[in-house]
């Protein structure tokens, strides 16, 4: 069955200038970035354009008729589809991937695979959000990296909610002010998100999906980089930018923050300050870019969870995350760990968590391909149960390719 957020697309009416202004802004990139691009040599041109003729005013209005004659054919029959889907919906995070790669694969320009791309997810938001609203609770404030992550997942039509701490996510997801959240569980330079893993263990939420993001950072400001005696950010973008700090900004005081946007917002407000955050977090506040990309890995990629009222449907290209205890033995992990082998199955993901004021005691966090239903899956786990003292199956998802 094909989940019903993959099916249509059109827009909200309470986001259509949100949409607009989305869809206008991606054009605009992608345009700028042809005229630096190789031209696709299988594009094949036809009409006016390709005779030379100027497309009248009257032909265009015809073309945007009939795209919102289209969008709107497709929203009704979503809303259709939704409602025969309903008793097996309520819970599922819509999740945009497999219909944005057929779009991509079948794009022949002159707009970019990422105009593209980013058009068609909002229209796709659009009709989830007019026919099953979503809200959705993110480590806050806007033009974060989590609100780009949560943007990614759920576009602009879903209600985002940005709260203070991941602590607050999970809390909103639970009580059920909000149907789900994003919260970064891994970073590929830093390692893992404790605070995440932390809530994880003890919270009733599944994880549902996931959001590799390509984290390019950032430094922003009001002055002339000649002028910054300060740098804000949070401790992990520092961290992942101190090679470029020690070599362009040796002089600088590094100032930890509790968000990039907020580093951003004191750059703003603040005379010899800069910050690294987003690139569109400087668009929204009005700052210069004054280095982009200054983080030290190229392939710097950040991992976000989605995390809702229970784990996602089987897609055929799922991952699984799992929480256990065991005993404090020699050789008890590699037991455990010996299960997997058994059942064929690959390990993706291995984390230890010291749990807090009870020294020597662990829990591990494993995540491996499969779905929690798949028969290996199925015969692992209750093998592993069976050792542990603990085991708290986290959710399964679809295994999603890093996006940016």
Known sequence: MVPHWQIGFGDSERNLDGLATYAETTILKSMAKKRTSPKRTSQKKSGPAASGRKPSSRQ??????????????????????????????????????????????????????????????????????????????????????????????FGQSAELLPVGTIATVFAEVERGHADFGVVPIENSTDGRVADALECLAHSPVKICGEVPLAIHHCLLGA??????????????????????????????????????????????????????????????????????????????????????????????????????????????????????????????????????????RYLFFVEFQGHASDLRARRALAALEKKALRLTVLGSYADTEAIG
């Open 60 to 153: 265009l209005e015809k073309l945007d008729r009939e795209i919102i004659q289209l969008l709107n054919q497709r929203a009704e029959l979503t809303a259709e589809r939704m409602g025969h889907e309903h008793a097996n919906s309520d819970s599922l995070a819509p999740d945009y991937a497999k219909t944005l790669q057929e779009v991509i694969n079948r794009n022949q320009g002159p707009l970019s695979d990422e105009a593209m791309r980013g058009i068609f997810r909002e229209l796709l938001s659009g009709i989830h959000a007019v026919s099953q609203p979503v809200r959705v609770a993110f480590l806050g404030p806007e033009y974060t990296y989590s609100h780009l992550a949560a943007l990614e997942r």
């Open 223 to 360: 002055c002339a980089r000649t002028e910054v005696e300060r740098v804000y950010s949070k401790v992990q973008p520092l961290s992942q930018c101190r090679n470029w700090l020690s070599q362009h900004m040796p002089d600088a005081q590094l100032c930890e923050v509790a968000s990039t946007g907020e580093a951003a917002r004191t750059a703003a407000q603040e005379q010899g300050s800069a910050a690294i955050a987003s690139a569109q977090a400087g668009v929204h506040l009005g700052l210069k870019v004054l280095a982009k990309n200054i983080e030290d890995n190229p392939e710097n990629v950040t991992r976000f969870a989605v995390i809702g009222s229970e784990g996602g449907a089987k897609t055929g290209n799922d991952k699984t995350s799992l929480v256990f205890e065991i005993d404090h033995h020699p050789g008890a992990l590699a037991d455990a760990m010996g299960i997997f082998k058994r059942q064929r199955l690959n390990m993706t993901w291995i984390e230890s968590f010291p749990l807090p004021s009870q020294r020597g």
